[in-house]
Nanobody, 125 residues
Framework: QVQLVESGGGLVQAGGSLRLSCAAS?????????MGWFRQAPGKEREFVAA????????FYAEAVKGRFTISRDNAKNTVYLQMNSLKPEDTAVYYC?????????????????WGQGTQVTVSS
């Protein structure tokens, strides 16, 4: 079992920045290979945002956020971060962190087996 707790969401004006955190805990946290961030806007499907390989720190991004968002991790704290810069109103969504089932950094949500509760990000125009 792995527990994931997100924090750092909020309301920000367009062009602003936020940093999301996701703290992982539990008996099997040492088995984490890949962590990802997804988001879901009202009336839309959950979509991939970014992923990171836990051991090697290689990163992957959705085209919509490339160059604006940065995913990183702190192994000592079992925490993954999502730094979001140059935010746009279309970034408004609930953001979820998730642990991948295996070692593949996938953009498919069904490749992730543990999810946090989500944190709301609202970007005003």
């Amino acid at each position: 079992q792995v527990q994931l707790v997100e924090s750092g969401g909020g309301l920000v004006q367009a062009g602003g920045s936020l940093r999301l955190s996701c703290a992982a805990s539990g008996r099997t946290v040492s088995s984490i290979y890949v962590m990802g961030w997804f988001r879901q806007a009202p009336g839309k499907e959950r979509e991939f945002v970014a992923a990171i390989r836990w051991r090697y720190s290689s990163t992957f991004y959705a085209e919509a956020v490339k160059g604006r968002f940065t995913i990183s991790r702190d192994n000592a704290k079992n925490t993954v971060y999502l730094q979001m810069n140059s935010l746009k109103p279309e970034d408004t969504a609930v953001y979820y962190c998730a642990k991948a089932r295996g070692q593949i950094a996938s953009a498919r949500s069904d490749e992730y087996d543990y999810w946090g509760q989500g944190t709301q990000v609202t970007v005003s125009s």
